[in-house]
């Protein structure tokens, strides 16, 4: 590869890791309740899907290892915001649900963080913003598909 694309390469990687890293500090300042942001994406899927899921199936979705989801459901079930139960046809696996509190929860996340994301996008330009997102979910796709 060229130089030129090195250290493009270089620049692009950076400023995604600055950004990945300040904007995690700010969604952790404005969660309510120590909200953590690996639960709140949890819940945010759970509610969205509206179907049950199984721990291996939320570690796949968020490309994670069992264990490390598990310790994370097992910290929403301690707050009581997610069900977990054994899946009546193989007692084997279970199953997680979004509880009433962890939909309620993550509902008062989406409200405390959309003020602070509303402001970031206002400021740099809805236009401007729209005109990135295809280049950033293309990265995305690509780093999803690609060893």
Same mark, same amino acid.
């Not at 994670?64 to 301690?78: F, Q, W």
């Not at 279970?94 to 959309?114: D, E, Y």
């Not at 402001?119 to 990135?132: C, M, P, Y």
């Given at each position: 590869?060229?130089?030129?694309?090195?250290? #493009?390469?270089?620049? &692009?990687?950076?400023?995604?890791? /600055?950004?990945?890293?300040? &904007? +995690?500090?700010?969604?952790?300042?404005?969660?309510?309740?120590?909200?953590? @942001?690996?639960?709140?994406?949890?819940?945010?899927?759970? !509610?969205?899907?509206?179907?049950?899921? #199984?721990? $291996?199936?939320?570690? +796949?979705?968020?490309?994670? /290892?069992? *264990?490390?989801? /598990?310790? /994370?459901?097992?910290?929403?079930?301690?707050? *009581?915001?997610?069900? @977990?139960? %054994?899946?009546?046809?193989?007692?084997?696996?279970?199953?997680?649900?979004?509880?009433?509190? *962890?939909?309620?929860? +993550?509902?008062?996340?989406? $409200?405390?963080?959309?003020?602070? @994301? !509303?402001?970031?996008? $206002?400021?740099? *330009?809805?236009?401007?913003? =729209?005109?990135?997102? %295809?280049?950033?979910?293309?990265?995305?796709? =690509? &780093?999803?598909?690609? %060893?």
């Amino acid at each position: 590869m060229s130089d030129s694309i090195n250290a #493009t390469a270089a620049l &692009l990687f950076s400023e995604l890791l /600055t950004a990945d890293q300040l &904007l +995690r500090n700010r969604l952790n300042k404005v969660l309510p309740n120590k909200m953590e @942001i690996s639960h709140f994406s949890v819940l945010n899927h759970l !509610a969205r899907s509206s179907d049950e899921r #199984t721990p $291996a199936q939320l570690a +796949r979705a968020f490309h994670l /290892t069992r *264990g490390a989801m /598990t310790n /994370t459901l097992t910290k929403l079930e301690n707050a *009581g915001y997610v069900h @977990i139960r %054994p899946d009546w046809e193989d007692a084997r696996r279970k199953m997680v649900a979004i509880s009433p509190a *962890g939909l309620a929860a +993550r509902n008062a996340a989406v $409200a405390a963080i959309t003020p602070m @994301i !509303a402001d970031l996008v $206002a400021d740099l *330009g809805d236009t401007r913003v =729209k005109s990135v997102l %295809p280049v950033l979910r293309e990265l995305r796709l =690509k &780093l999803e598909t690609d %060893p």
